[in-house]
Nanobody
Framework: VQLQASGGGLVQAGGSLRLSCTAS????????IEWYRQAPGDERKLVTT???????TYADSVKGRFTISRDNAKNTVYLQMNSLKREDTAVYYC?????????????????WGQGTLVTVSS
């Protein structure tokens, strides 16, 4: 599985951006897609998740402003970010969790896409 994240950029506070995370390879093995973000000098933090069945979770800091969704036909997960704040400035990473059959055994994995920078200006 490979992940390609895109959609970052510079936006003014109060504005919106939509990030995309497109998976390729053995996408059927993916159970959950996650978005993380890492602000300068800070640790990487979980923002939101969506399972294969469409169940979603959100960090308290983004509830009501961010929406995660998926287009299975395009193997793509979207992160719609509205009402952006300066504190949303970070590099955003998507990750895939799933199970893979390795030498006859099922093994859990988490794979990362490259980050995409979101900068929110005042």
């Amino acid at each position: 599985v490979q992940l390609q994240a895109s959609g970052g950029g510079l936006v003014q506070a109060g504005g919106s951006l939509r990030l995309s995370c497109t998976a390729s390879g053995r996408v059927s093995s993916i159970n959950t897609i996650e978005w993380y973000r890492q602000a300068p000098g800070d640790e990487r933090k979980l923002v939101t998740t969506i399972t294969k069945s469409g169940t979603t979770t959100y960090a308290d800091s983004v509830k009501g402003r961010f929406t995660i969704s998926r287009d299975n036909a395009k193997n793509t997960v979207y992160l719609q970010m509205n009402s952006l704040k300066r504190e949303d400035t970070a590099v955003y990473y998507c990750a895939a969790e799933g199970l893979a059959l390795v030498h006859g055994n099922w093994e859990a994995y988490r794979l990362w896409g490259q980050g995409t920078l979101v900068t929110v200006s005042s």
